[in-house]
């Protein structure tokens, strides 16, 4: 498993994460879920009625286990907004977005070459 950050790059950000074709570099085996960072204040605020996806309607305040360790999550909180390929596949990437991906050392070693996503 690998952790990627998007960056705010034309082609990456408001884009599908199918249309920007991450799905097809060899050695990339499943994009997993999408994370996003939110400050603990607007988790507080949302409102389950303004989110259109049910998994956002039922967002916890756990953190994900695969990233809480890391530096990205120390003043914010990241939440799992999009699971599995069926949603992952059309969710929309804004900057910032985590993108969990299992991939051979072949297909990190392509991410890593990829414009707009930081390893």
């Given amino acids: 498993n690998v952790v990627v950050r998007v960056q705010p790059v034309e082609g990456i950000i408001n884009s599908s994460v199918r249309g920007t074709g991450i799905q097809r570099i060899r050695?990339?085996?499943?994009?997993?879920?999408?994370?996003?960072?939110?400050?603990?204040?607007?988790?507080?605020?949302?409102?389950?009625?303004?989110?259109?996806?049910?998994?956002?309607?039922?967002?916890?305040?756990e953190l994900v286990q695969s990233v809480e360790d890391s530096?990205?999550?120390?003043?914010?909180?990241?939440?799992?907004?999009?699971r599995g390929w069926d949603e992952v596949a059309d969710f929309v990437l804004q900057k910032g977005d985590l993108l969990q991906i299992v991939a051979t050392a072949e297909g990190v070693a392509s991410l890593r070459q990829v414009r707009g996503l930081e390893l």
């Fill in 27 to 61: 050695g990339v085996h499943l994009i997993m879920q999408v994370l996003r960072r939110f400050e603990a204040d607007s988790i507080e605020l949302m409102s389950s009625d303004t989110h259109p996806r049910s998994r956002l309607r039922t967002m916890t305040r």
């Fill in 71 to 82: 530096t990205e999550c120390e003043d914010s909180h990241c939440k799992v907004v999009a």
